[in-house]
């Protein structure tokens, strides 16, 4: 008889776990200082706000907030993420906000919806690993795209585009994971001129752009009109509330494709909890996020700032890494001869974690790149993280370039 | 160009939307006594305990709760999920329990990890339409098996399996979505013994045990120890405290396949509300659940009366159908000639909903069958409903046959 496991689906058996999954179990103990996981600061939740949030749906609409709703979502979460993309320079209506439970179920849904087997997806080169898994477990073939500080580099897309005729790129333009590099406006607007001229979607992952440090607000590419009929915008609560409440949001222009993925959503996941999306709407509707996020930012610019000066002072001659102006995440490149693949686990016994680059790569992965969360860890724990990982380094003071 | 819609999910393009889906957009209405939903009572369900339970969460563990969390769940609802099991008989353990966003995640991410297009899986005709269409999206070939008053018939599942070679066999043993009918022990020792001598997965689905009407617990097929690396058992907290909180859970022994469904759980969700899962298993921890499921039972039986009594005064001569011993649901068959697709609109136009029978087929849809949901309506309204119904078929008091 053909063993069982045989059996099961082969796009998901070629599918490995998260190589950073283990490194989340490592980090779990709590005498390593982690800048591993992108998780938000729990010390800085509003803990009571969103507390209150709950308290007042099930005072005022429990049983509905108990009850099956809508797989598109509660018309007050549809509102309250199109007011979200609007201030994002968006021009975004509630009937073309799909609510998700997290912006991972959305690209598994925009994954599932739109991809067959064989289909194409350019993604950057290195981008944010869990999007390629969703891709993945799809079995699409993934094609690496050049990019330079600014970003992907259009022409690169235009050529890719010319070569693979694939079905989507898939971009995080504003403080990408993991480089922390934003596309300037120009740029965004190079690349919706060569998508426009294509049949290609955009899928735009957009969990980050509420951690910026500056007033700039860096307008997504899919608010291009002439990229209504294939661009699907990802956002999340994630990142400016709460991880854990799993709310996100589609915004799909295109009415044929939301409705297939209202149909996907339907089939493998009915609906997002109302509970969690009543609550998480009238957080919104009865706070300013400018006010909220004022702290926040300015912590985790500070945290940000911290790690850059500290790391600065400790990665070895020829090192180079970013200062991101938001998001979650430095990274570095370490001089010819370092594998930080190899490093991460003396690092994990001295007590402090980063990520390896490699995996975030589909194509030539840096073996010398590594990714750093500024926000997890407080400025005095940040400091004492880097002295760890100056003693695996072998380095005390040694100036790196900052690039 | 091609077209951008052709370049969708092509198994995705061919599912449809629910066929209920509009039925239940009418039934919003509030002037329409409806009986197509399978929405539990909301007027009993236990707003003030839930809501003590998420305030208990934010006041003791309010970080964590906003967190990331784990995908296999938390410990605690994991833990939770195993008593609930072992309660119903399943040696489960916790390691053994993934926490799924509800019964229809589960149901999408079993398929998902299992199953390569063209698959064959075994399914009851008729059975639950949204299993149908998690299925459907994974491209899989569905073939019909034949039941009668007992359910499934295990000669009928042997020979299938014989014919067709399947990769897994779908079933609802206890209080069946739409039939209503319960398989007895003897019938499911017998499907578990032809299970034992194949290798095909089995998926069952049991959502609706808990409202029972008898103290008779039917324990799961799944239970069996001969089925331990094949067999996948989903369970749901939407028919016992809240659909809206969307906490369910899979049952699954073999290690690799679990380890499957995990890693598309990750690629396709990340995870599961953290807030909704402690705040669930709380709420299961501090309360006897056969306390609180005492008055529901006695509610829900108490309507399934009333709606059998009085659908069986006005249903047509030749008429026929069950009065099951818990769950939520009551099937019938009209006599010859006539059509339920049909006169779902007329009712509507009086009034009054039912969900026709033909879209829960495979094959050989039944025309004169159609399913009344007997949960969400009061004795009273349970009797208006059914006067309406009656005006629509001509009827008043004619006799009809039960089954």
């Known amino acids: 008889m053909t063993p069982l496991r045989h059996t099961l689906n082969h796009h998901v058996m070629a599918v490995g776990e998260s190589p950073i999954r283990r490194l989340f179990e490592i980090a779990a103990d709590p005498s390593i200082i982690s800048f591993a996981g992108g998780h938000p600061a ?25 009850q099956y709703g809508s797989t598109d979502g509660e018309p007050e979460m549809r509102e309250a993420a199109a007011r979200r993309l609007q201030e994002a320079n968006v021009p975004a209506s509630a009937a073309e906000v799909m609510v998700t439970s997290g912006s991972q179920q959305g690209l598994g ?35 690496a795209l050049d990019g330079d500080e600014a970003g992907l580099v259009p022409e690169a897309l235009a050529a890719a585009i010319e070569m693979w005729n694939p079905k989507a790129v898939y971009l995080i333009p504003t403080f990408q994971n993991p480089t922390g590099i934003s596309m300037p406006a120009s740029r965004r607007q190079q690349i919706a001129d060569v998508l426009a001229d294509s049949d290609v979607w955009l899928i735009e992952d957009d969990p980050y752009a509420e951690l910026r440090f500056t007033d700039d607000v860096l307008t997504p590419i899919s608010a291009d009109p002439r990229l209504d009929d294939r661009s699907l915008l990802l956002g999340s609560l994630s990142k400016v509330l709460s991880p854990g409440v799993r709310v ?53 610019q500070a945290r940000m700032l911290t790690l850059v000066e500290e790391l600065s002072q400790v990665l070895p001659a ?23 693949q190899a490093l991460v686990f003396e690092a994990a016994q001295a007590g402090v974690l980063y990520v390896p680059g490699p995996p975030f790569y589909v194509a030539d992965p840096d073996p010398r790149t590594l990714r750093f969360s500024f926000v997890s860890n407080g400025v005095e724990r940040t400091r004492e993280g880097v002295r760890r990982l100056a003693a695996v380094l072998g380095t005390e003071s040694t100036l790196a370039q900052s690039a």
């Open 318 to 340: 020829g090192s180079v890494m970013n200062q991101p102006a938001g998001g979650m995440f430095v990274w570095a490149r370490l001089p010819v001869g370092f594998d930080t």
């Open 42 to 66: 729990p010390e800085l939740f509003d803990v009571d706000g969103l507390a209150a949030a709950y308290a007042h749906v099930f005072a005022t609409d429990g049983p509905r907030a108990m």
């Open 248 to 300: 996100g949001w589609i915004r799909c222009p295109d009415e044929e494709a939301r409705e297939r993925i209202g149909v996907t959503k339907q089939a493998t996941a009915l609906q997002t909890s109302t509970v969690d999306q009543l609550a998480a709407a009238h957080y919104l509707a009865t706070h300013n996020m400018e006010e909220v996020l004022a702290p926040v930012r300015a912590e985790y």
């Open 109 to 143: 849904l925009v994954a599932q919806a739109l991809f067959n087997p064989g289909d194409v997806v350019l993604v950057e080169n290195p981008t944010y690993m869990s999007a390629l898994q969703a891709f993945a477990v799809q079995g699409v073939e993934l094609k």
